[in-house]
Structures are given as structure tokens and as C-alpha cells.
């Protein structure tokens, strides 16, 4: 498991942390796994535009793959 992961599942878990930071890391972890747009805004909830943002961050979830 990468350091990136790890960060991320600790900022998912953490009730310190602002939540928008949760939910984004959420999103992030979710697309790492492989998850479908349909499943991220069902589970998160959120919009396509929102899970495009932490898509544009490809070279973070490229590192946890």
C-alpha cells in the first residue's frame, strides 16, 4: 500500500478533518479501486463534475494503482 493510499484512508476515516477533504478523498480512492461514475455518485453522493476533479488528478491515482 502506497503512502498516498494510506493518507487517503486515514483522511476518509478522520472526524478532524474538514468534510469536503473526506469526501474527496473518498472520490479519489473510489477511481483508484475502478469504480463507475454511476457507483461514485450513488455511494458518495455527488455529481459528475465533482468525480471529473479528482479524475484530473490522474497522477495521484496513477501512483496508487
Known sequence: ??????????????????SEDARRARVILMLAH???????????????????RGAADSSLIALMA
Open 1 to 18: 500500500m502506497t503512502d498516498e493510499r494510506t493518507e487517503l484512508e486515514r483522511r476518509v476515516r478522520s472526524l478532524k478533518i474538514r
Open 34 to 52: 475502478g469504480d463507475s461514475y454511476s457507483t461514485i455518485e450513488a455511494t458518495v453522493p455527488c455529481f459528475r463534475d465533482y468525480i471529473n
